[in-house]
Every structure is written in structure tokens, then in C-alpha cells.
């Protein structure tokens, strides 16, 4: 399985980004499947984003709901982060992650719930 994130970059508060994670080797459609996103900000550990399961339903973190939010592509497996309104505490080393957890849920799952990583693509917000 290989996971290649992209769309990172420099864009002010307010703004929006995307984010792109192209799947080689993981479905991600089977109801066990679990795809999605975490962040690293400088000096902090790895924290859960945003998720969508094998049926479609996503979840994001509080912090982030209502901004924030995982989409698949399942014939491109392609997963997607949509950011909206970026507040500068959004900067961070973005992360795609796949497996399968117990459950697909942004509040439930943690770092060793994915067994697959990407390389990570950094969003920096400026006020």
C-alpha cells in the first residue's frame, strides 16, 4: 500500500486549501475500510482530523467541524481534505492514513488505529 499526499502550501487566515491522497493497494470502499487525516503541529504529537468510512460517512474533530472535512474519489482512489475558513493553529505537517479500526469515527480512532501513512504535506496559515 503507498499513500501520496499533495495540495499543501502557504495561504493566509480565511482562506481554504485542499489536500489530495492518491490510494495504491487500499480499497477503501469495503465497510471495514477507514481512511483519513491527521495533523502535526511543530513541538505537539500526531492528532486525528478528519475521516470518512468504507460507506461514505465522515467525521471530523471538533476543533475542526464545520471546516474541515474528508471526500473519496473511489475510482481515482483519491482522498481529499477540504479546509475552509483557516485559522493560523490549522498550520501543521498534514498526514493520509488507511486501515481499518474498530470503528471509522474522528473521535474514536488515534495513531495506531492505521497501519498505512503517507508522507505528510505541510499547510502553513499566516494571520
Known amino acids: 500500500v503507498q499513500l501520496v499526499e499533495s495540495g499543501g502550501g502557504s495561504v493566509e487566515a480565511g482562506g481554504s486549501l485542499t489536500l489530495s491522497c492518491v490510494a495504491s493497494?487500499?480499497?477503501?470502499?469495503?465497510?471495514?475500510?477507514?481512511m483519513g487525516w491527521f495533523r502535526q503541529a511543530p513541538g505537539k504529537g500526531r492528532e486525528p482530523v478528519s475521516f470518512?468510512?468504507?460507506?461514505?460517512?465522515?467525521t471530523s474533530v471538533e476543533s475542526v467541524k464545520g471546516r474541515v472535512y474528508a471526500s473519496k474519489d473511489n475510482a481515482k482512489n483519491t482522498l481529499f481534505l477540504t479546509m475552509t475558513s483557516l485559522k493560523p493553529e490549522d498550520t501543521a505537517m498534514y498526514y493520509c492514513?488507511?486501515?481499518?479500526?474498530?470503528?471509522?469515527?474522528?473521535?474514536?480512532?488515534?495513531?495506531?488505529?492505521?497501519?498505512?501513512w503517507g508522507q505528510g504535506t505541510q499547510v502553513i496559515v499566516s494571520s
Open positions: 493497494g487500499f480499497i477503501g470502499s469495503t465497510s471495514k475500510d477507514c
Open positions: 470518512i468510512d468504507g460507506d461514505g460517512y465522515t
Open positions: 492514513a488507511a486501515g481499518r479500526p474498530y470503528w471509522c469515527r474522528a473521535w474514536s480512532v488515534d495513531t495506531t488505529s492505521f497501519d498505512y
